[in-house]
């Protein structure tokens, strides 16, 4: 690992820590202000409306997967027409989806909602406008794919953290100024995001112009090249779709056969999926373009450090953060939402359980599309994942609970970790014996290690602010410590030591023993 690359992905990590820790705690309260403000009942009502539209957002993930990694890859290359052919048809394509998408939901889609969701009667309205407002914000985040895709592959994190950051302060500002008014606040929530959606449309279109001259926009076709696009797209719409499927059928299902409460609880554990992939994202875009670029430019050495160091990593830090969040999730959810819907603690432990597989496995992901051999890979996963769709459908059939539903889930993400990685052997020649070492055990030892203090301080303390943190240092500092001098390897602590911004540190505690 170079020492210029690995200081620019851990200059990136810190930017995107400080956009993951703004975005959570500004969508964490503003998630409780909007469950006071539409109540239990609309915001169950808008998470199902929103369902029938965000069924389809596999296809825009599975373009945005295609883009980042042709953008990424060309710039690895150092192929400059290619990079702005490349980001043409990436543009183009985007368009073309959005202006698809639109008849589809305003045909099929609308179809649905007013004759397959249970709606009641006197909120078909409401319901209806939230699902424009809905519409329009998909065909706005489709236009953004490109411009999101370019700024991660040029690796200019801080942009992208500010904009983030900013976003969701505009939203709450707009949230709050809008509790008092006397307007269906259904209708105006789905409003308020459909602007900012538009706003931060804009801000990526400028800063895209003025910054990346390679990547301007140029009026280009290339047949061959959309195919590559949809060929890329089709396999990876794969997964996309089946992750896609199952939270919208879940969503539908649960409209079924349960309450709106259990929609209300959904829709709360919907915001923790949310949160959880700002934190994957943030980390997994870090690296990402490294490991993409070390791929095309043939470097199979630093490709490989890549995923073994990253997925340990991943898992350090989430452990770091998750822990002292189901130490202490009854006191969170009542600080973050005051009286929330049943079964909502038991949603969010079963996607903590989902959650943490896609964590450690991000580096392997994205080794896959670095390669660009999606067709096994993809098959394999997504056969895997939609076996969540009959059996969510069962069980609810047959009495089983929600929360059930939800393990089942789970359940099978454990086995897609499994085939991925020794699936992995054959696609990268991924050491299996290696792996396991020096990434699973590891993992498994460091857990072993630091999760039995903070469990037992959370015993022997009462719910509140002082176990909260009490629980959140022991954590921080236990997996820190497990993990700096356990969880990686010599090379690696080497490393970490060598680092400009570790060297300042040590030198300050020095310079105070002196």
Same mark, same amino acid.
């Not at 990436?90 to 179809?111: D, F, K, P, R, S």
């Not at 373009?289 to 990593?313: C, R, W």
């Given at each position: ?448 290690? @630091? ?49 400009? @911004? ?13």
């Amino acid at each position: 690992m170079s020492q210029q690359d690995a200081s620019r992905a851990l200059k990136n990590t810190l930017f995107l820590f400080l956009r993951m820790g703004v975005v959570l705690l500004i969508s964490l309260y503003t998630s409780r202000v909007v469950l006071q403000m539409l109540g239990i009942n609309d915001y169950g009502l808008y998470n199902v409306v929103g369902s029938v539209v965000w069924f389809f957002t596999f296809l825009n993930i599975a373009l945005t997967n295609a883009t980042s990694r042709y953008i990424t890859y060309e710039l690895g290359a150092g192929n400059p027409e290619k990079i702005r052919q490349t980001y043409a048809m990436a543009v183009n394509t985007h368009a073309i989806l959005a202006v698809a998408m639109l008849v589809i939901m305003e045909t099929g889609g609308l179809w649905f909602l007013n004759h397959r969701v249970v709606i009641p009667p006197d909120r078909v309205v409401a319901a209806n406008w939230c699902f424009q407002f809905s519409v329009l914000l998909f065909c706005a985040s489709i236009m953004k794919v490109p411009l999101h895709s370019n700024v991660i592959a040029h690796e200019k994190m801080s942009f992208y953290a500010w904009t983030s950051m900013g976003e969701a302060a505009l939203k709450l500002l707009l949230i709050i100024l809008m509790i008092h008014s006397t307007f269906d606040k259904l209708i105006l929530y789905s409003g308020i995001l459909f602007v900012v959606s538009l706003v931060v449309l804009a801000v990526y279109v400028v800063y895209n112009r003025r910054v990346f001259a390679d990547t301007r926009y140029i009026r280009f076709w290339d047949g061959k090249m959309i195919k590559q696009f949809l060929s890329y797209s089709g396999y990876s719409m794969l997964v996309n779709g089946a992750d896609g499927m199952t939270v919208s059928s879940r969503n539908i299902f649960f409209n079924w056969f349960s309450t709106a409460v259990a929609n209300a609880a959904m829709g709360i554990a919907n915001q923790v999926i949310t949160l959880f992939n700002v934190f994957v994202d943030s980390f997994s875009q870090a690296f990402r373009p490294q490991i993409i670029k070390s791929y095309a430019a043939g470097d199979n050495s630093y490709f490989m450090q890549l995923i073994y160091s990253t997925s340990k990593i991943y898992y350090y830090l989430f452990l770091m953060i998750s822990l002292p969040i189901l130490l202490n999730l009854q006191f969170i959810l009542e600080i973050w939402l005051g009286k929330y819907p049943d079964g909502t603690e038991a949603f969010v432990l079963a996607i903590v359980a989902y959650t943490i597989f896609d964590v450690f496995q991000m580096p392997l992901v994205t080794a896959v599309h670095a390669t660009g051999k999606l067709r096994v890979h993809q098959i394999m996963i997504a056969s895997i994942k939609i076996l969540a769709i009959p059996a969510t459908y069962l069980a609810l059939l047959w009495g089983g609970t929600p929360e059930l539903t939800l393990y089942l889930w789970a359940a099978l993400n454990v086995i897609c970790a499994v085939a991925r990685t020794i699936y992995m052997r054959r696609l990268i020649s991924l050491s299996l014996r290696r792996y396991i070492t020096d990434v699973v055990l590891k993992m498994l030892v460091v857990t072993i290690i @630091a999760v039995p203090l903070p469990v037992w301080t959370a015993t022997l303390m009462e719910d509140g602010w002082l176990r909260l943190l009490a629980t959140g240092a022991l954590s921080v500092a236990m997996v820190g410590v497990a993990s700096f001098f356990i969880g990686i390897n010599r090379k690696e602590r080497e490393f970490v030591v060598s680092l400009p @911004a570790t060297q300042k540190v040590l030198s300050f505690f020095k310079r105070k023993q002196v």
